[in-house]
C-alpha cells in the first residue's frame, strides 16, 4: 500500500486553492519511490511533510498554528487534509487493521481501473479526533467514528525533521526509534529459553525466601514491622519484587561509537549523530514493518526534512545513493536544497516537486510537467525553475539543445539562424587564436556569453564579461525558442 496523493486546503501557507500532489511510487526501479521536494525557504516543503503526520497522528498544537492565514491575518476556514492510497489496500487491512474495523475500512476500498484500488482519507482542524473515509459511490466524505486509533495501525511514518536532535531518536525511550526498535526485539525474546531461565533467577535472588538478600531483607522487615506495630497497630510489611519489564532494562543504555576511540555517540559531532539516527530508522523500517506471522510488511513511509544538514558532500552522495536503493521498494520523501540530490542519472526516475511561494500563498508543481529536454530534468533545469538561479550549466544546455534542434552546429551557421529567429545581434566578440588577436564581429547574446563559458583563455575578452541580468536574459530567450519549436 502507498500514498497515492495528497490534497491540502487551508493548511498552514497553502490557502484552498488547488494544492494536489500525485507522488511517486515505487515499482523495483531504482529512485522509483523517492519523492523530492525543492524550493526556496519558507515555501511549503516542510508543510507537505507535517500534512501527511496531521493526517496520521492529529496534533497537540494550537490549531490556529496550522490554519492558514490571510495577508490581514484573519483565519476564515478550517484546515484539511485528503490521503490517497493505493496498491494492496485489503491485504494490508486483513494483516494489520484491529478486527471491529476491518469491513469499516475495506467498505470503502473503491476502484478506477480493473488493476487499481483505492482508500481516501481526510483529516481536519475542525474536529481533530474525527476521521473521514471517502465514499465513491455518493462522492463524499463521511465521518467514521472511532478511527482516530485504528488508523494508526494500518501504516508507520517516521520523520527526521530539519531540527529533529539525533540523540533524540538514539535515546532509549518509549516512543523513540531506537525505543521502538529494540522493544519490537525483545517481545518475541520473552519466549526464549534464555529470557524464561534470567526471570526465574530474578525471582529465585529477589523473591525466594530462601536466598541470601531476601535473608538480609528479612531482618529490615521485622524491624519495620515492629515499630509499626508498636506505634499505629497491627500490619505485617514486606519487600516484594515484581519482575522488571525487559524494556527497562534498556532505559541506561547508550550507543557507542569507535571510529578508533570508543566514546557515547553524544560526544561525537552532529555529522556523525545524524548519520547514525539515519541508519537507525532504515533499519527500523527493515524490522519493524515486516509481520513474520503473516509474511507481510506493514507500510512504512520514510520523511526526512534537509537531510543534507550536518553532512559533508561524500556523506550527502552516500546518503542519496542509500535513499535511492531503499525507494526501489519504499516510499521516501525528502525535502532538499542540496545538489547532491539534483545531479543524479537516477533523476528521471524520481518524483521532483517545486514549491513556490506568491502573494503570501505556497504552490506546488510536479516538475516533470514542463521539462525542457529529452534528458530533463538536469540540475541546471531544476535550479532555475525552483530557485529562478541562472546558471552557466543551464546556459550551455539550452545552447547545445538549440544548436542540435536547428542542426546548426557551426557557430556562423547558428547565428544565422539566430537572426532569423530574430534574435539581435548586439554583443561584440573578439577571437584569439595562438595568441593572435583576430578582428571584432557581432554576434548575440547567447553566442557571447557561450564563448565566454567555453573560452576561459581568452585574454581579450577578459575586461568585457557578461553580467548575471544577461545570463538570465538569455537563458530565458533560449528558452523562449524552445518553446516556439515544440
Known sequence: ???????????????????????????????????????????????????????????KKDISSLKHKNSNGDQLNHASVEVEFTGKIETVIDAFSQPNKKSVFKNKIYTCSKENTYLKLKRTTEDLKAIFLWDDATQIFENVSGLDGPLKKLFETNFIWADTNPNDEAAFGASTICGVLLSEIVKSHKETKEYKAFSKKFHDVFNSNESELRQKLFVIEEKIKTIFQTQFGS??????????KIESFFKNSSIMIDDGIKVPMSEKGNGMQRSVALALLQVYAEVIAFDEEQGISKPFYLFIDEPEI????????????????????????????SPYFLS?????????????????KNSIEAAKLNYLFPWSPTWGELNFRAYDLPTVDLHNELYGY????????????????????????????????????KPSYSVTLMTFIRNHIHHPENSTMKSNNYTSEELLLSINQMIGLIEQLK
Open 1 to 59: 500500500m502507498f500514498i497515492k496523493s495528497l490534497k491540502v486546503e487551508n493548511f498552514k501557507g497553502f490557502k484552498s486553492d488547488s494544492n494536489f500532489l500525485e507522488f511517486n511510487i515505487p515499482n523495483g526501479i531504482v529512485g522509483s519511490g523517492l519523492n523530492i521536494f525543492i524550493g526556496e525557504n519558507n515555501c511549503g516543503k516542510s508543510t507537505v511533510l507535517e500534512a501527511i503526520d496531521f493526517l496520521r497522528n492529529g496534533t
Open 235 to 244: 500490619a505485617s510489611i514486606s519487600f516484594e519484587f515484581e519482575e522488571l
Open 402 to 437: 538549440l544548436q542540435d534542434k536547428s542542426e546548426k552546429y557551426n557557430e556562423n551557421n547558428f547565428e544565422a539562424w539566430l537572426l532569423e529567429k530574430h534574435i539581435s545581434q548586439n554583443k561584440t566578440w573578439i577571437k584569439e587564436m595562438n595568441g593572435v588577436v
Open 344 to 360: 543524479s542519472p537516477c533523476l528521471k526516475n524520481i518524483g521532483l516537486y517545486i514549491f513556490k511561494k506568491s502573494d503570501h
Open 310 to 337: 550536518c553532512l559533508h558532500p561524500k556523506g550527502q552522495q552516500k546518503l542519496f545513493e542509500t535513499l535511492l536503493e531503499i525507494s526501489k521498494h519504499r516510499q521516501v520523501f525528502v525535502t532538499t536544497h
